[in-house]
Structures are given as C-alpha cells and as structure tokens.
C-alpha cells in the first residue's frame, strides 16, 4: 500500500488519473537516510584506526590540533572542522580526528541516499511535464516514445521506489575509496560529503523548478534560495579540496542551464549566486590568520597574497601535471584497477553494470541529468588521469564514483522495471540489498583498520635504536609525518633532532625548525642563512635558475654545505642517523648528499636506520626486537598498490638485509644468515637477500670443510 504524501510531494493541477508513481514520504526518504548513516558509522567506528596512520595523517592532525597551516591548499574547513575534534574527550587525539573523518563519510552516504530520491522524483516529474505538453500538441508518434521513457517509474508503490536510493547509499558507505579513507586522518571524507551536499541542493532546486512548471506557478523566492544554499556550500566545499569540487562546476553549470535556459546566466541571479559562491570562499582568510599566529605547522608561511596563492593553487605540486598519452595511458590502467575493486570483486562487476543501465536509461528519460553525471565523471577524469602521485590517488575518483552510484541507482529501477510480476518487482528490490552486501564482505579485509598500528610501530621501531640526543635524517615522508605526530602531539622523544630533508628545499621550514631545534639552527646560523637567502630568491624565481647555470651551481652548493654541516657539528656531541632512502638509493634529487655523507662517514645499520660513523671499523649492530603488529602476522590485508606494500614492508626487508650484507662484509656469516632469512620471512620474494643468503650459507660450509 502506497504511503501519504506529503504536501512537498503534491503537484496541483496534476491529471491524477494519469499511472504516476507513488513517491516515498518526505519521512520516508529521511529514515532512509537515517539507516545508511546509522550502519555506516557502526561500520566505521568498528573499523576505525586507533592511532595515526600514514601518508598525510600525522601532519593533517598536528595541523588541525595547532591550528596551523597544513599542506597546498591548506585545507582551512577541514582543518577548522578536525581542530574542533581534536577536543572531544575520546580516546587519543589521532582517534578523534579518525572518527570525525567517520562522522564526515557517513554524513555523505546518507546524503547521497536524499539525492538520488531528489534525482529520481525529478526524472518522474519531467516524464509527467512531457505528457502534460504532448496533450497540448496531440503528437501521437511523440507521445509513444515519452510514454516508454516514462515506464522507468510508472506505476511503481512507493515501497519499491524506497530501494534504489537505500542501495544507493549504502554502496557509496561500503565502497573501497570512502570507506578506507572514513577510518583515518584526511580530508577526503569531508570533500565528499561537501560534493554531495552541493549535488542535493542543486537537485532539490531542479525539482522544485520542474513542480513550479508543472502546477503553472512562479514561486521563485523559495527556490532560489537552494540555489544560493548550494552556491555558498560550493564556494565553502573549495575550502577542503578545490580541485576536485571545482571540477564539477561544469556539471552544476549545465544542470542550471538545462533547467531554465540561458535566463538564470542573463539575470541578476547569477551575479548573487557568485556572491554566495564567494562567501564561502572567505574560509580561505583562514590561511593568513594562521600563518601569523606561528603555529607548530606553519607550511608555506601564507602571510602575503604571493605566498597565499602559491599555496592555494598547489605550486609546489603543479610538476605532478602532466598532459601526455604515456601519462594518462597510465592513468587510465590505475584507475580501471580502482573502479574495478571499488564495489566488489573484479569478477562481480554487479554495480558497475546498473550504472552503465542506468546512464542508458537516464538518456532516454532524463538527458539533463545524464549529461550532468556524464560531465561529473568526465571533468574528474580529464584531470585526474594527467595527474601523477601516489598513495591518495583513488581519492582523486571519487566524483566519478559518487556519479557512477547515482546512475546504478536508475540501473536499479530499470531492472525493478524488467521484472513483470509485481511480487517478483518486490523481490528484485529487495536482492538490490546484496549489491552494498558484497561490498561490505569484499572490502572488509583491506578496510578494517581496528588493529592499524603500522606507522606507530615503523616509528617506535625505528626510534628505538636512536639514541638520546640523537639526529635522524629523512626523505621518507611516511616515516616524518607520523613521527611529526609523535613529536608535536603525544610528546614521544622530544630529544631526537628528526629532519625532513625534502623539506629543505622550502623557506618556510627554517621557521619551523628554528623553533623546534633552535640549539641546532644556531649552531649552523652561517650556512643555513647563506642557502635561505638563495632559496628565497629561487622561490620567487625557479626558472631564472634553471636556465642560469652559475646560480644553479652556487644554491646546490651552499645546499651542500648547509646539511654536512648540520652532521657533522651534531655527530660531535650526539649520533647521526639516516633512514635507508637517504643511503640506499642515490637516484633521488638529493643524491650528490647521498654520496658525501657515505664519503665521510661509515653507515652501520641499527634497526631501521644507518647510524653514520666517522671511521671505518666494525661495529656491532644493536639488537632489536621489532614490532610487526598486522605484518608479520597477517592480521592486516594490503593491496599491492597499498602505501604498506610499496613503502613500508620495502624499508623492513631492506634493512634486514643491509644488516646481513653488512655482517657479510666483515665475515660474519652467522650473523648475516639469521639476518637474510629474517628479510625473506617478510618478503619470501626479495631475490637479493636470496641470493646473499645462498652465498653467506655456501661461506659457512666451506669454512666447515
């Protein structure tokens, strides 16, 4: 039995003898949403992360907890927002943060759910306009064509009609990217939820324009004022992740322009709808407020409009963007892996199928709502597929997979439409449940985060074999920022001088590390102001550099001078550490260093990290005991592509190894064997420390006989 409706769902001067559908209740719609945000944030509390994680983490929430300035483009309402979570008497101060990132994705999941309703209830009512206007016409051959369209929602009980958008949102909650992204630190959660509440609103609008055209009224003022909501939502969405919220303006655009023509862009009400836009955009003042207050993360230092715009626009990562075929080529095979592990299994593409029905079936029934998830997902694509980084990449698709969960969601209806009994169109909506089910099983194990302790423990670990006083060089950003966490929130090993040197390269971290390490800045006072001065004039100018041959050479230099004097007036009262990739590999930028340090000094292996000697005598490793909580013991499941697998799991089984070879080299093969093998536990595959387990075996041997 069909629910009452509402006085919002009621269309005047309606033929009500014409086989609509019956739409949910405005209560009905809301209690939907209410499930999918209830389930979602059971699910993610019961998968959260308990302490601070990798990537961006340990900096977004020492920002947040600051109130400092996080990296380009600072992310202000994101920042604003998760301050005020740092707050809450819950557990540490990582977990808050995590959980206010669950709060942020379950709030889209649910609002997802009210959008699609909105999407839906506005392609029914263009299917009754349309009737409304061939009746005007008498079109018979036009009116057989629309009647068919109109068939995706004709006849159908409102309790059927409850299932898409249900679906809908609880695939958006369960799916790889938002839920992965819901258990930790970082700003995608909210972006998402920005995104989609912009996506409701402007909808909500379109539906009230079409039901205003319908009824032959002009209630005006309460329309607009969605779309002045929605402007302002838009304008402050840019506060979190511009790029990926300015990518849908051209699908907003089309989607105003497809419902009242050039008439909004030519009237006055556009001129508004850009001063609410703006409004929004005042988040941003945020930044330069920030930066005088001197916080313990102060990136960029945005106090003047140079350096606030080079934040904003993201500078020091526009050599990221690349538009060539060879990129986007390989692009596109990354993001076809994303897309087809998102909602299940590879081999049970079942959601990707109702999107593809459900685009076939909005062309046909609604094509302004088409273009618009059309335009959504091309926007995104056509940048994020010319954008080369790692780690977060998926984020960057999440607009395609919102717009690719809308359009499963008129997939849904066209198979509830399929089905000719009205019992077996009870039972199809119902199995539309298994859709998000298969998601929650499959993406269960890679997005369960409960017992997340691997960068707490590749920080302890590698912190347990410095000693006090101690420096620790680094260009692995996957060890600084939880560390910077540590250091500046939890207050663990205040006594280690720990130095980003990618960093470096950025004026702006001399302020931090003067308040931070001021014995250390002055100490090395001459090179660090002669290398800053040039710097600055490098930030102004990088290409006046590039092509100038002799400054080039002179800020590598004074660059030069600056960090081995750092070592080497540390190393005289305190050790020197460097973790593997300052050692290891030289094809980085910053190899010429690379390869002076391991002139001047001797790097013995402790742990994680080379301790630097100034001699070359053997000394014996320490021995340690390393926490592998999830690795070791296969508690945690990672992807391939996972920051795990590529980055961390890598700096364990290298060091196992150096520690091996190191052994090795001085003839103790015992010592080197319980070292390879130890490398091979992790990674079985790892062909050198095979090989070099063969050798130092083959040694013992021969020295038996």
């Not at 002009?218 to 979190?240: C, H, S, T």
């Not at 023509?261 to 001129?271: A, D, E, I, P, Q």
């Not at 460097?578 to 000094?601: K, N």
């Amino acid at each position: 039995m069909a629910e009452a409706k509402t006085t919002s769902d009621i269309t005047p001067n309606i033929n009500t003898r014409e086989p609509i559908a019956s739409f949910p209740s405005e209560r009905a719609r809301l209690v939907c949403a209410i499930i999918v945000f209830a389930a979602s944030l059971t699910l993610y509390t019961l998968t959260l992360a308990p302490s601070v994680t990798l990537v961006d983490s340990g900096e977004l929430i020492a920002a947040s907890r600051a109130l400092g300035v996080a990296h380009p483009p600072g992310f202000p309402l994101y920042t604003l927002l998760a301050h005020l979570a740092t707050l809450a008497p819950l557990g540490n101060i990582a977990e808050r943060v995590n959980f206010a990132s669950a709060i942020f994705a379950a709030l889209a999941s649910a609002m997802l759910t009210l959008a699609v309703f909105e999407a839906q209830r506005c392609a029914s009512l263009l299917s009754r306009l349309r009737r409304k206007e061939e009746k005007k016409k008498h079109q018979k051959k036009t009116k057989k064509k629309e009647a068919k369209d109109a068939n995706l929602f004709e006849g159908l009980p409102s309790l059927i009609l409850l299932a898409p958008p249900l679906m809908a949102g609880l695939l958006m909650a369960f799916s790889r990217t938002l839920w992965g992204y819901a258990t930790i630190a970082e700003v995608y959660t909210l972006n998402t939820l920005m995104i989609v509440i912009v996506f409701f609103l402007l909808l909500r609008w379109r539906r009230k324009v079409i039901e205003s055209t319908l009824a032959a009224a002009e209630p005006r003022e309460n329309k607009d004022r969605l779309l002045f909501i929605a402007a302002f939502f838009f304008g402050l969405a840019m506060g979190v992740h511009h790029v990926t919220v300015g990518l849908m303006l051209p699908a907003l655009a089309a989607l105003v322009y497809s419902t009242e023509g050039f008439t909004f862009f030519k009237s006055k009400r556009l001129l508004r709808a850009a001063l609410f836009a703006f409004s929004g955009l005042l988040i941003y003042a945020y930044l330069p407020l920030a930066a005088l207050r001197n916080a313990g993360m102060n990136w960029g230092d945005p106090r003047s409009l140079e350096r606030i715009l080079w934040h904003v626009t993201g500078r020091q990562y526009q050599a990221f963007v690349s538009f060539s075929l060879e990129t986007m080529a390989g692009q596109f095979k990354e993001f076809i892996l994303f897309a087809g592990r998102e909602f299940g299994p590879v081999w049970l593409p079942a959601a990707l199928i109702l999107a593809v029905a459900g685009l076939v079936a909005l062309f046909r029934s609604d094509r302004s709502a088409f273009w618009f998830l059309a335009l959504v997902i091309l926007a995104d694509l056509a940048y994020a597929l010319n954008y080369d980084i790692a780690e977060d990449k998926d984020a960057y698709y999440l607009p395609v997979f919102l717009a690719l969960i809308v359009a499963a969601a008129f997939g849904a209806l066209w198979l509830i439409r399929f089905v000719r009994a009205s019992f077996s169109k009870a039972t199809a909506a119902g199995l539309l449940i298994l859709i998000p089910t298969v998601a929650l099983v499959f993406n269960l194990p890679f997005n369960d985060r409960s017992r997340y302790h691997v960068a707490e423990d590749y920080v302890s670990n590698i912190l347990s074999t410095v000693d006090e006083g101690g420096m620790l060089l680094t260009l692995d950003w996957q060890v600084y920022s939880p560390m910077f966490y540590f250091h500046e929130i939890e207050k663990r090993r205040r006594d280690v001088v720990a130095i980003d040197v990618n960093q470096l390269r950025r004026s702006w971290y001399f302020d931090y590390l003067k308040r931070a390490y001021p014995e250390m800045v002055e100490q090395n006072r001459d090179k660090i102001a002669a290398y800053v001065e040039d710097l600055k004039l490098w930030e102004q100018d990088p290409d006046g550099f590039n092509n100038d041959r002799q400054m080039l050479d002179r800020i590598n230099k004074h660059y030069n001078d600056m960090v081995l004097s750092i070592v080497a007036r540390h190393i005289e009262r305190a050790p020197v550490y460097a973790t593997s990739d300052l050692i290891v590999s030289r094809a980085h930028r910053d190899g010429e260093i690379t390869r002076a340090l391991m002139t001047d000094y001797q790097p013995v292996p402790q742990g994680l990290v080379f301790q630097l000697m100034r001699d070359r005598a053997f000394y014996q490793p320490a021995e340690i005991k390393l926490s592998l909580r999830g690795l070791a013991d296969g508690s945690l499941k990672f992807e391939k592509d996972d920051v795990v697998a590529k980055k961390v799991l890598p700096v364990y089984t290298v060091m196992l190894a150096s520690r091996g070879a190191y052994f090795a080299a001085y003839n103790r093969h015992e010592q080197a064997v319980e070292a390879f093998r130890e490398a091979l536990a992790l990674d079985p595959d790892y062909k050198y420390a095979r090989e070099a387990l063969t050798e130092s075996e083959n040694k013992l041997r021969g020295k038996s006989n």
